[in-house]
């Protein structure tokens, strides 16, 4: 089976930095990508990480470890507008009628 | 701006409806993805089109079904409807079906509400 498990919220201070975990069970591994998503928007790409290590986009960063089933998605120099919902997403090529299993979504508020 | 559209942006309708939601990929993408989303719940996969075939289905409801145009664009078409079928869909495109690196991309949604 496949699954994805990420926590549901995370409150955070402007200015600061958090990191959300993602950690996945699937039958096959071919990617993982992290999305945004702002209430009543569209999902937007962030990152994809696909061999093991840090990939590093402005203040945005995604680990993958292949070994652990994990993953995480660092985020600096927080502003409020990061406030949104981070969605953890894998490719598995097993699955043969989803290409894209997406888990539920963490939910951050940015605090002044 | 993603490059991919779709229409309406809200719809109101009755139980026991028919709606047509429409979906046109970003230029060059062979890949449409339909997504529901309904309130506090993950995003779940419909079904996957690749050059106008069927590539994939996911949890589809059998009142539910979809197609892709020879343009790319693509519809989805949901019937009988029922109270909980209210939801935001969302349609993503990409490139090609399978390539490693293929990344989605998603449309600002149609919001569907039955009342």
């Known amino acids: 089976g496949q699954n994805i498990d990420q926590p549901t919220e995370m409150t955070a201070t402007e200015g600061a930095i958090v990191q959300i975990n993602c950690t996945y069970q699937?039958?096959?591994?071919?990617?993982l990508f992290w999305y945004q998503q702002h209430a009543g928007e569209a999902p937007t790409f962030l990152s994809y990480?696909?061999?093991?290590g840090l990939e590093e986009k402005g203040r945005f960063s995604s680990f993958l470890s292949r070994s652990k089933g994990y993953s995480y998605l660092l985020l600096k120099e927080l502003q409020m507008k990061d406030s949104a919902s981070y969605l953890c997403a894998v490719r598995d090529p097993d699955s043969g009628n989803t290409p894209l299993v997406f888990g539920k979504g963490t939910r951050l508020s940015v605090i002044a | 701006d993603s490059g991919v559209t779709q229409t309406p942006k809200h719809l109101i309708t009755a139980t026991g409806q028919r709606v047509t939601l429409r979906c046109s990929p970003r230029s060059g993408d062979l890949s449409v993805y339909w997504y529901q989303q309904s309130l506090d719940q993950g995003l779940q996969f419909l079904i996957q089109?690749?050059?106008?075939?069927?590539?994939a289905k996911g949890n589809i409801l059998e009142r539910f079904s979809a197609q892709q145009f020879p343009d790319l664009h693509s519809e989805l078409n949901l019937s009988s409807l029922e109270l909980g079928d209210s939801a935001l869909y969302f349609c993503?495109?990409?490139?090609?079906?399978?390539?490693?690196?293929?990344?989605?991309?998603f449309g600002p949604g149609t919001r569907l509400t039955v009342l």
């Open positions: 699937t039958s096959g591994f071919n990617g």
């Open positions: 990480n696909v061999l093991d």
């Open positions: 993503a495109s990409s490139v090609e079906a399978g390539r490693v690196t293929d990344t989605q991309y």
């Open positions: 089109y690749y050059n106008g075939e069927e590539r």
